[in-house]
T-cell receptor
């Protein structure tokens, strides 16, 4: 079945440093979604990318979808303590599984002030 | 966006007992899902809650252990039956956005089985 791999598993940065997490799928995706889960919280939808090579920005966050639509990345510029949490990518589960998502393992980001 | 509430937020249960978790959405949604998440881990889909029909379970999850109800388009329950310590986890419900592909999640239920 489809697999969504995410690296790194953990990332520790000093406040102000940049951060990037990478997501790779075993199959071509129609779209990729990114979620953020704060410690003790629940996943919150950040963004969806649909087009090959698409780049979207949300303030200090930049999301990219690969040309082959099998990989994606999330880059945070000048991290802040409010960026702490786990970042998940997720792709459609495929086949007839409408609405279902396959989540990556997540990258746990800690930011040291 | 949809606002989702879950009850209870947490519980401590004895092995062999059952717990029913409720999930309420503030608007009608076509699809609802139940996930399990161990601390520090990813989300594992348990099943899709189908309105008016039996839930669709993922590999490794069975109806006898995790019966699910979905009586209408805004509500679903997940029961964790005959619990063992291995069932200790966070259980999350989610709903598919009405006009998109993203999911909105409830706050989760933290279950501890002794």
């Amino acid at each position: 079945g489809q697999q969504v791999m995410q690296i790194p598993q953990y990332q520790h940065v000093q406040e102000g440093e940049d951060f990037t997490t990478y997501c790779n799928s075993s199959t071509t995706l129609s779209n990729i979604q990114w979620y953020k889960q704060r410690p003790g919280g629940h996943p919150v939808f950040l963004i969806q990318l649909v087009k090959s090579g698409e780049v979207k920005k949300q303030k200090r966050l930049t999301f990219q979808f690969g040309e082959a639509k099998k990989n994606s990345s999330l880059h945070i510029t000048a991290t802040q303590t409010t960026d702490v949490g786990t970042y998940f990518c997720a792709g459609p589960a495929g086949g007839t599984s409408y609405g279902k998502l396959t989540f990556g393992q997540g990258t746990i980001l800690t930011v040291h002030p | 966006s949809a606002v989702i509430s879950q009850k209870p937020s947490r519980d401590i249960c004895q092995r062999g007992t059952s717990l029913t978790i409720q999930c309420q959405v503030d608007s009608q949604v076509t699809m609802m899902f139940w996930y399990r998440q161990q601390p520090g881990q990813s989300l594992t889909l348990i099943a899709t809650a189908n309105q008016g029909s039996e839930a669709t379970y993922e590999s490794g999850f069975v109806i006898d252990k995790f019966p699910i109800s979905r009586p209408n388009l805004t509500f679903s329950t997940l029961t964790v039956s005959n619990m063992s310590p291995e069932d200790s986890s966070i259980y999350l419900c989610s709903a598919l956005a009405p006009l998109g592909n993203e999911q909105f999640f409830g706050p989760g239920t933290r279950l501890t089985v002794l």
